[in-house]
């Protein structure tokens, strides 16, 4: 009797510890061909921007500046031609 027990006992343990084991799942590629395409727009905006407006009215005639030059405090940029707006 006892060693049926210890035999159900063990049965029982195996069965449930197979049962219990984790399942591995696994990911098969394959070749197709692609169907869907993604379109999009994207405006590049750079990260600092700094908007100058001057203190008198009237036209640029000409420019000190290029792209990329270091601006010193104190030194023209801009030549206007003033205009009056009466």
């Not at 159900?8 to 510890?17: C, M, Q, R, T, V």
């Not at 405006?43 to 008198?56: F, G, I, K, L, Q």
């Not at 009237?58 to 801009?78: A, M, R």
């Amino acid at each position: 009797m006892i060693f049926k027990t210890k035999l159900l006992i063990a049965f029982l343990f195996i069965i449930f510890w197979i049962g219990c084991k984790k399942k591995t799942e696994y990911i098969k590629p394959s070749f197709r061909t692609l169907t869907e395409a993604v379109y999009s727009t994207v405006t590049v905006v750079p990260r600092d921007v700094y908007n100058v407006y001057p203190a008198v009215n009237g036209l640029i005639s000409s420019s000190n500046l290029t792209e990329g030059k270091i601006v010193k405090k104190e030194k023209y940029c801009l030549v206007l031609i003033k205009f009056n707006l009466h």
